[in-house]
């Protein structure tokens, strides 16, 4: 399910509306995934606090969604745009693949709540394309 | 058997009592529709699914989505019981429908978009994460006579 162009035009027209609040995005998305999914928690055992408000999480947050962010910028090319990245997580992080995808659903449902009268289905499907093409590319190296 | 926390058991009775159906029902079949295109296979009479206009704007698909919102009303007034209230559900999706359950939980994750939507900062994590578990205790009812 390849990104088309308008998926990448509907996807950095989202970007422009909701810049300003992008690491609140990722603060509350990842903070939510630690929530909903527990499961997800076993990545951070080495964090001291794992609720949602926490220091660690909101930095956390904003650390990823600038790579989101980064990667709506090279949207043409997120293979290259990725292969650094995949590379930390196929042999550093080994984050299951399967976390990609709980990790988009929250990232959507944020931006969604931030976002009502922007979020349309049209939005959605783009966004949810994006993300998941994202995280193909983020399991690029894995094997 | 599933436990419930009197925290979910409230917030399900909650977001329930206060559901706009057929608003939200609308919304989320609707959306489900348009972000997971091939869910259209199961309406091939509803006429007009061509694009997303086409899929927000079709009555039948708002009806639809009333019916099936509708249909977790069982869920919210037996929630100690939901396996077996789903049973003749689960036979009729299964046996007659032919959905593939996977179809459940893309719109169950569509209904919890649209719910999170219009809860804004109300939809908090706690209050996600008892939506979803009654969403997934509702799939595994649906999908328990699948064979």
Redesign the interface.
């Known amino acids: 399910m390849s990104l088309t162009t308008k998926d990448m035009s509907v996807v950095k027209a989202l970007w422009g509306k909701i810049s300003s609040k992008v690491d609140e995005i990722g603060a509350e998305a990842l ?2 995934m630690l ?2 999914y527990p499961q997800t928690k076993t990545y951070f055992s080495h964090w001291a606090d794992l609720s ?1 408000g926490s220091a660690q999480v909101k930095k956390h947050g904003k650390t990823i969604m600038g790579a989101v962010s980064d990667a709506v910028s090279k949207i043409d090319d997120l293979p290259s745009a990725l292969s650094q990245l995949s590379e930390l997580h196929a042999s550093k992080l080994r984050v299951d693949p399967a976390n990609f995808k709980i990790l988009a ?1 929250n990232i ?3 931006t ?3 976002f ?1 009268a922007d ?4 939005v ?2 783009s966004l ?1 394309k994006f993300l998941q093409n994202l995280a193909w590319c983020l399991a690029e190296r894995y094997r | 058997m599933v436990e419930w926390t009197e925290f979910e058991r409230a917030t399900i009775q909650d977001i329930f009592s206060k559901m706009d159906y057929e608003s939200v029902g609308h919304n989320a079949l609707a959306r489900c529709l348009v972000v997971y295109p091939w869910t259209q296979r199961y309406f091939g009479n509803f006429g007009n699914l061509y694009n997303a206009a086409a899929i927000m704007g079709n009555p039948l698909v708002a009806a639809h989505g009333t019916v099936v919102l509708h249909g977790l009303d069982k869920a919210v007034k037996n929630m100690d019981n939901i396996k077996a209230t789903y049973a003749e559900l689960s036979v009729l999706h299964s046996e007659k429908l032919h959905v593939d359950p996977d179809n459940f939980r893309l719109l169950a994750d569509c209904l919890t978009i649209v719910v999170a939507a219009r809860l804004g900062s109300g939809f908090t994590p706690d209050v996600q994460a008892a939506f979803q578990k009654f969403l997934a205790v509702v799939i595994s009812a649906l999908t328990k006579q699948y064979h």
Do not use: W
């Open positions: 903070g939510r929530v909903v949602p659903h959507i449902v944020v969604a709540m931030l009502p979020f349309t289905p049209e959605h499907v949810d």
